[in-house]
């Protein structure tokens, strides 16, 4: 292994134990593998499927049966090198693509890794994820940032490649009106991308007040469903990027879209969708859902580079590894919380 030389043998990390009890241990630092680099991790955003495994301890059938650390939202430093691996990457600033496919597969060699059946996926029971201050991935998914981003940036180049992915799959394109509903992190993102593929105007429903206006700061039009219902917006979308994942709202989305629409279902909401069958077949609309992302990180990078896609707005709240569960609960204390990073290194 090639390395610096101030990398200790052991490290913080934030161990899932049951839901809703999590503890700080110490656990030995990870030594690279063949083909794997080590990061000192120094950023981790808090998504939706870190604060439900934590109160809940699965999603669908992934459990947590054993300790598990969370977080796949990662950026770093690359401090050493496993066998394989070119050492002139240590000290690059890196964001890391939390899933590692087999790449023998029928589907790796299609170039649909994400579909992959055997990815091992950070935080995804039983794989452990990046609440810790130093993970060992594939040199191949550490991919390098250039020095205008951010940290935080870099790491949310993860959910943000998950709306390049619904703009892809929608083929998002200019003169497309689009309609986002729900104003979460990925709605938000979601609607810069959709804009910065060239759409005419773009639509972000919500009901809480001060993720609308994170919309509208970043150049959206936002509607307060609450107030207006969709169905009386008069908006006619050529593309739905439903990111609620509430299946009531899928369905009434999707009566409003034009002819000859496209339909990408992006949240992750309940096992079943009331479909409007009718207007799926008289319209002849496109239904897809989408799983993850491939090829995504050098788009997402070069968005937010250019200064197409902000990502420092949906950052709200800040916490050391420590207070890794205010980071999981701070929601439920705080209405105008958005996206909670967590700082390993403090």
Not at 64 to 87: N, Q, W
Request: some cysteine; aromatic content about 4%; overall charge negative.
């Amino acid at each position: 292994m090639t390395a610096t030389s101030a990398i200790p043998t052991t490290m913080r990390a934030a161990v899932l134990h049951e839901p809703g009890r999590l503890s700080i241990e110490e656990r030995a630092v990870p030594a690279p593998g063949p083909g794997e680099v080590l990061v000192r991790v120094e950023a981790v955003g808090t998504c939706g499927s870190d604060v439900h495994y934590y109160r809940h301890g699965r999603i669908g059938d992934f459990v947590v049966r054993e300790p598990l650390v969370l977080g796949h939202e990662a950026a770093g430093t690359v401090v050493a090198c496993g066998p394989g691996t070119d050492a002139r990457r240590i000290g690059r600033r890196v964001s890391i693509e939390p899933g590692t496919p087999c790449a023998g597969c029928g589907e790796c060699r299609a170039g649909r890794y994400n579909l992959c059946p055997d990815m091992r996926f950070l935080a995804t029971p039983p794989v452990d994820g990046a609440f810790c201050e130093y993970l060992a991935v594939h040199q191949d998914f550490a991919h390098e940032v250039p020095d205008s981003l951010t940290v935080e940036e870099a790491a949310l180049l993860e959910p943000l490649s998950v709306a390049v992915w619904a703009c892809r799959k929608a083929r998002v394109a200019p003169g497309d009106r689009v309609l986002v509903t729900g104003a979460g992190p990925i709605g938000l993102v979601a609607a810069q991308t959709a804009r910065a593929f060239g759409a005419r105007d773009v639509l972000v429903t919500d009901v809480l007040p001060h993720r609308l206006d994170l919309a509208r700061a970043a150049g959206a039009t936002a509607l307060d469903v609450s107030r207006t219902p969709l169905p009386e917006a008069g908006y006619t979308p050529t593309v739905l990027l439903e990111c609620s994942g509430v299946p009531a709202v899928s369905r009434e989305a999707i009566l409003t879209v034009g002819r000859a629409g496209r339909v990408v279902l992006v949240g992750m909401g309940g096992d079943e969708v009331p479909l409007p069958l009718g207007r799926v077949q008289q319209h002849e609309l496109e239904l897809t859902g989408t799983f993850r992302y491939a090829h995504t990180w050098p788009a997402a990078t070069a968005l937010v580079a250019s200064g197409a896609v902000r990502l420092d707005s949906l950052v709200s709240h800040g916490y050391g590894l420590a207070q890794a569960e205010h980071a999981l609960t701070v929601a439920t204390r705080e209405a105008t919380a958005v996206k909670a990073v967590i700082y390993p290194q403090r």
